[in-house]
């Protein structure tokens, strides 16, 4: 099938009770292309990783969340990629298409492309707007019913904050209301999570975005059975967060990387004049080169080879040569040992590697007010809180400071 891409969405306005997601539309005049005459990929051939409660999970996922043109056509990229092999599905309420999702579910098994959804891995998310005491339950409920499943192998909590924004917003929309990680407020939310684990709604449960310091403090107060298992963080050669990632690993937590090529058509509100783009670094493009592959395949192998194969990617895209190109990238290695290391780097001047620490989500959107507009304070871990009564101090005092700061200096913030 061969067809234009059109808006607007169908996106009901105000989906969410408070307030959620802007996609600024990126109408791009290429064409959406699937062809169901372009071979798949054996499932099978496809990389696993056994995670700490013993499932097995498929490192490539295919990835529901685009821009405000291609919603119309996520149940068609989604069918075709079950079709073309992929069985690991990556969803969010955040996406505002878990129905559409759930019928490509439905009419990849009418189709018999499986024989049912025991074969796919799907993962959803909490959006940061569910995360209280008597949100969490509806909020998987309502996933459940829109998938149209019993259950769910992996849900992530979305954000380590419920820090939202207005459907619609722009890149310098501010949440009055939004907060830092106040680590008991987020165990409530995550006893939540646990809870609905034990009633078998949830097969495994894991965190997105989340920090060391936060992830440090949950670790410290879960046991065996509600650790997370899975961190889902934004990944790719020129972020690669190496750090962070072994340090999730060496806590049994397996990483997958998003963004994994770039996010080429990612929302505007992340965009920025600093950002690079992974598919035409240099280095992407040469290896590319000798290998006679795709720039793409090269991001993707990397991300599945890198640290012995323990973590994994989600990519989408809507063409049948991107869709298969990108699940085949988790299948062999396509990469030798020193292209990886000329990627990875090792820490020696010989091999720099090419991280350029190129964060694309700033998450600026959801900056509360302490931290003066500084968006790398989301990711830093300066501002984390044990407990309400220490983020109650903290505010006073820095409310206090800031005070005499504006009255005092020069050229202080506002
Ligand atoms: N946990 C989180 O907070 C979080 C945040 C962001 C994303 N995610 C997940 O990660 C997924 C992937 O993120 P993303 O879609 O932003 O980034 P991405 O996978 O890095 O990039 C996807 C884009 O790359 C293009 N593309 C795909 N395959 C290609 C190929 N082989 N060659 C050239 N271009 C190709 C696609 O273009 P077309 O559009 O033309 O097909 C698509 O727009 C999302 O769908 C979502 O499931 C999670």
Redesign the pocket.
Known sequence: MLAARRGPSRRPANFFKKGLFMIPPNV?S?MVNFDPKVQGIDPAAVHKVTLAGGAVMPVA?F????SDW?QDYMKDATVEAIRVGWRHI???RA?ENEEVVGEAIREAIAKGYIASRDELFITA?LWNGHMSKQDVEPALNHTLRALGVEKVDMY?N??PWPNVHTPGCAGDHRNSDAVPYIHDCFMETWGQIVRLKKAGKIVDIGT??HTAADLKLLLRDTDSFSRPVVN???M?PLFQQTGLRRYMESQGIVCTG?????????PGRDRFKEHRAD?TDPLIQSIAAQNAV????VCLNWAYQRENKSGGY??????TD?IV??LSAATKDFLTPSQMLAISGDDTPEHPGIDANNRL?WGQVFLWPEALGDWRVLWDDSQVFETRAAYAKFKQSFQNHHQVWQETTVNAPH
């Open positions: 791009s290429e996922a990835g529901t969340f685009h291609a990556d969803t969010a996406y998310k992530l979305h954000w997105s975005n889902q963080m934004e790719h998003y963004m994994s090529l770039g996010s080429p058509n990612r598919m795709s720039p793409a395949k989600v990519a989408m895209a809507t063409r991107w190109d990108n989500i």
